[in-house]
């Protein structure tokens, strides 16, 4: 109860601050504007093996995919150094194939999230080399067999660290070589990460006092404030959840779609949500970053448990056509902080009742002046595999009616 009413009072005092902001505001923060974003890919490596399992266990066989990605944003505190948030993970899991010859494939999930200190060593104008250290929440999911643990979960801290080459292109892109490392832990049965890989980041650019005033003053609309109602019902099925989960089966394909969204394990039946949104950087015609919140109430299509859910949350708005009547647009929203009023949903244990909501969508703003909102959503919950345990919560396709003033 107390963590709740933290949570609340949090949402209660974002909400104020969003209000007290300036109508439309066409310069970065001073945090965003030394902000960027990193993607990197490449190869993974944890040399998992049948010492890993318990006594009376082995395959002689694994499957392994060495593809991963790495995910991170990044502020700089200085010129050369800068704190960095992201995550690490491969594309899919290593597998134990055949255990004990009698049949048995399972699987081991690794992920990390990390906190970590970046500090640059310029070589020359446009290239650096880089050493990076910092924390990680590791999780991993071992297996069982028959109910007997082969292989068990682990969630600790790690040490993390890194080193990597840059090139600078522009002010704004930069290339990147990376290596970056979790140690081998012996008291969790867990050996060495390593990760190669190559990727860019993107530092966001401020605009000075001039254009920032013409973006202000241009046709484009972009709303302040948006206030909507959404509903979704599970009984038109969760298609759209699986297609842009990569996870939608088509004849004797089970993995049909485009993989930028998750699903869950836990689905809504029925889901209601009422939203706010509010506007904090508008770009001259195409991008939005809003902040919201929201308190969605939904109930589980098998044990028709009811359950609510309160959070606060980012949104990238990207306007995709402009018309006369209408304005046509896209949002992604990741890792909204929520607080979930059930941690066992279903008889499943779905992850502590702090984790995080996602949605994504298309609308359209209509109307006089722009006054009114259609949108298509589809939302899920999660705790990112910070937990071992993290089933995720799908919510159907939802109808949502937004007002804008």
Known sequence: MKNKNRFLVLIFFISVSLFSQE??????????????????????????????LIDGYKTDSFSKNWFSGRFMLGDKITDN?????????????????????????????????????????????????????????L??????????????DAHYAS??????????????????????????????????????????????????????????NNDYFFPNNIFQVSYGTGDIGFGVNEFF????????????????????????????????????????????????????????????????????????RFYLLRKKDYDFYTNYSIIGPTYISKSNIDNTETGPKSTYQDTMGFGVFFGKERKYNLELRIMHYSNGNIFTKNDGVAIPLQLTFGKTF
């Open 245 to 316: 989960g990569m996870s939608m089966k088509v004849g004797n394909f089970d993995s049909f779609g485009i993989p930028v969204f998750w699903v869950g394990e836990i689905k809504a039946k029925h889901a209601l949500s009422l939203t706010y949104q509010r506007l904090i950087y508008r770009s001259e015609k195409i991008f939005s970053l809003d902040w919201g919140v929201s308190a969605t109430y939904f109930q589980s299509t098998r044990g028709k448990t009811d359950v609510f859910a309160f959070s606060i949350f980012p949104v990238l």
């Open 81 to 137: 150094l800068s704190a960095q948030f992201g995550t690490m993970r491969p594309a899919s899991w290593f597998k134990y194939d055949n255990v004990n010859n009698i049949g048995y494939d399972r699987s081991v999930w690794i992920n990390a999230w990390f906190l970590s200190l970046k500090k640059d060593f310029y070589l020359s104008n446009k290239t650096s080399f880089y050493a990076e250290a910092g924390i990680a929440n």
């Open 139 to 152: 999780t991993r999911f071992g297996f069982s067999i028959d109910d007997k643990v082969i292989y068990n």
């Open 159 to 216: 040490l993390i660290y890194g080193l990597g080459l840059q090139y600078k292109l522009t002010n704004k892109w930069r290339l990147s070589v990376n290596g970056t490392f979790l140690p081998k832990s012996e008291k969790q049965n867990q050996p060495l990460i390593s990760q190669f890989s190559l990727g860019f980041e993107y530092h966001l650019q401020q605009v000075d006092d001039k254009i920032a005033k013409e973006y202000s």
């Open 23 to 52: 109508k439309q505001r066409t310069k970065f923060t001073n945090f965003l504007a030394n902000s960027y974003y990193s993607v990197n890919l490449g190869g993974i490596f944890y040399p998992f093996s049948n010492d890993n």
